[in-house]
């Protein structure tokens, strides 16, 4: 347990200059939309924070998805560290695959770290943040990987009545529009509902109870640009042929809603508060898929069972039967609301049901002969490794012949419209991930040079091609997120180093607060924006927490286990999202 009153002298003197910090996620924010609007005069807010304070260009981390982005800016540490790879946590078992949620993270947090000198925080829709960790001083609301009705949701019921009251409806954690089946305006309509549904909410909150540092990610910034980035870019494949011009006009118009929102945020901070605006990954159109379970198969690395039932699904694979063309069918049958479930319990309507029992998956996969499969939503590969996964194959005195086949026939892959190299590199797990925590990495990450062709893996053999057309959503995620401050401690006009990356915020963010930060952090304070005579003094930097810190077992979370009626819903919820 946190003890609150546990303050040392030099931390009792900072407090006295340190200010406040508003961290506003907006998720998946790119320069690529923001940059053309901002010039064209449609984002005063943002163009005056950008003007009057820093602004730069910051870096996710791999791979760029939610759960381990967030995760690095709550922790200042790689996934080697903190232990989160992906939305799902397989320990190296393909057939298992548990939801990561704040239980399964090996680190102090942010907020966490600033409650020991005393600082209060408020923290809403954080990826990962749920369940919340018992933490002096924590005001929580819960993000979108929290089961239904979760009777832990928020730490005030009061205050979340309250907050409902004034929203005039039932909070909304997240939202799964979707565009498929030209649902385009209602996407947009339900995506700039939830923008504004959540704007209102941080408004409320900000002055609903003090607080030292104040964090929420802006979920509606991701989603519309996974549904809609084909309405922004007329010439993605899927809007080719079509007038999306009223689409592009409200798309424009949910960014001016946000820049609004941050105009009345900003204008209702104290006065020694410090604003950052940041995203935990940038975005860009998708158009294709790469399948390398496809392609593993085609190799033979991936063995299937040797069955007539096996053989008979194979059969029907090899001829388009994939979830892929019942996908299809449904966006034309206009039944695309939400996204194909894969997940046995969770089908709602017979197409689904179909699709399950129809399906090649990894229920098929004779893992006593598979030396390698992927699993992830960026490429990632592993060995089937003896005494590693339940019934791994390969020896250990063949990983490293393997690990070199594998790169050079994917260094072979064929870019389809250029006919150069598909793949940009493969990283091995050290070369990404350090530290306690990383025997749970990928044994290989391939990264490809163009991302309009988007990786998958945990959709197991979604399509019977390795490189097929993208269906469901119409951009995905980048390395390239943004960043933007304002206030006393900032310098104006200043720009972030080519270097910095999400990992910096929390070290930053503690170094605002007046907080020592821990010693075992990968990120740095982003100090060529910051102004040294504005900062507080800091103690000597203090070690690493140990395990009983926090509440609970190493990771800091809950002694509860997950119930897995939970577990499946947010899978559902998930799949439904295109995470799965």
Same mark, same amino acid.
């Given at each position: ?150 009777? /832990?949701?928020?730490?005030? $019921? !009061?205050?979340? +009545?309250? @907050?409902?009251?004034? &929203?005039?409806?039932?909070? =909304? ?6 565009? /498929?089946?030209?649902?385009? $305006? !209602?996407?947009? +309509?339900? @995506?700039?509902?939830? &923008?504004?549904?959540?704007? =209102? ?380």
């Amino acid at each position: 347990m946190i003890e609150a009153g546990r303050i040392g002298r030099g931390a009792r003197e900072a407090m006295a200059t340190a200010t406040k910090v508003f961290v506003l996620g907006l998720d998946g924010a790119t320069w690529d939309i923001l940059g053309p609007l901002a010039e064209a005069g449609e984002l005063p807010n943002l163009s005056r924070v950008r003007a009057r304070g820093a602004s730069g260009t910051l870096r996710s981390i791999f791979p760029p998805l939610s759960p381990v982005a967030w995760t690095g800016v709550m922790t200042g540490k790689n996934p080697g560290k903190h232990g989160i790879f992906e939305f799902l946590e397989f320990g190296h078992d393909p057939l298992g695959g548990r939801v990561n949620t704040s239980r399964s993270i090996d680190s102090a947090l942010l907020w966490e770290v600033a409650a020991r000198y005393g600082r209060k925080t408020t923290a809403g829709a954080v990826p990962m943040s749920y369940p919340p960790r018992k933490t002096p001083g924590l005001n929580f609301l819960g993000d979108f990987l929290a089961p239904p009705n979760a009777r /832990d949701f928020t730490s005030d $019921p !009061e205050l979340f +009545a309250e @907050l409902e009251r004034h &929203l005039g409806e039932p909070y =909304r954690p997240w939202d799964v529009s979707v565009h /498929d089946g030209g649902r385009e $305006p !209602e996407a947009l +309509a339900g @995506l700039t509902s939830f &923008l504004d549904h959540h704007l =209102r909410a941080v408004r409320f909150l900000m002055d609903a109870r003090p607080w030292d540092l104040f964090v929420y990610d802006l979920m509606a910034t991701d989603r519309i640009q996974h549904e809609l980035w084909h309405a922004w870019e007329p010439s993605h494949r899927v809007a080719r042929g079509r007038d999306l011009s009223k689409v592009r006009d409200g798309f424009v118009a949910f960014w001016k809603r946000l820049d609004e929102g941050i105009g009345e945020i900003e204008a209702a901070l104290p006065a020694d508060a410090t604003l950052v605006l940041m995203s935990d990954h940038g975005f860009g159109p998708v158009e294709h898929f790469v399948n390398f379970n496809v392609w593993l198969l085609d190799r033979g690395y991936i063995t299937l069972i040797d069955t007539p039932y096996v053989r008979q699904k194979h059969w029907f694979f090899r001829r388009g039967v994939t979830l892929e063309w019942i996908y299809r069918i449904m966006a034309r049958l206009g039944q695309a609301k939400h996204r194909v479930s894969r997940f046995g319990g969770s089908q709602d309507n017979r197409l689904d049901q179909m699709a399950e029992s129809l399906f090649l998956s990894r229920r098929h996969i004779d893992w006593s002969k598979t030396r390698a499969y992927a699993q992830g939503n960026f490429g990632q590969i592993f060995v089937n490794k003896q005494g590693r996964q339940p019934n791994g194959c390969v020896r250990p005195e063949d990983v490293r012949p393997l690990l070199d086949d594998l790169k050079a026939e994917l260094a072979g892959l064929t870019h389809p419209e250029t006919g150069g190299p598909l793949v940009d590199r493969v990283y091995e797990a050290e070369e990404l991930y350090q530290g306690p925590n990383a025997h749970l990495a990928p044994d290989l990450t391939v990264v490809l040079g163009d991302w309009r062709y988007r990786t998958i893996g945990l959709h197991d053999f979604t399509t019977h091609k390795v490189i097929s057309p993208a269906f469901g959503p119409t951009g995905d995620h980048r390395m390239e997120g943004v960043f933007l401050a304002s206030g006393p401690t900032i310098r104006p006009g200043s720009s972030l180093g080519p270097d910095a990356t999400l990992l910096d915020i929390a070290p930053t963010v503690l170094r605002l607060l007046g907080v020592p930060a821990p010693d075992d952090l990968d990120g740095r304070p982003l100090l060529e924006v910051l102004d040294p005579s504005s900062l507080p003094d800091l103690d000597e930097p203090i070690a690493p927490p140990d395990p009983g810190d926090a509440d609970g077992p190493p990771g800091g979370g809950s002694d509860d286990a997950p119930d897995p009626e939970d577990d499946e819903a947010v899978k559902q919820r998930l799949a439904e999202l295109g995470y799965l």
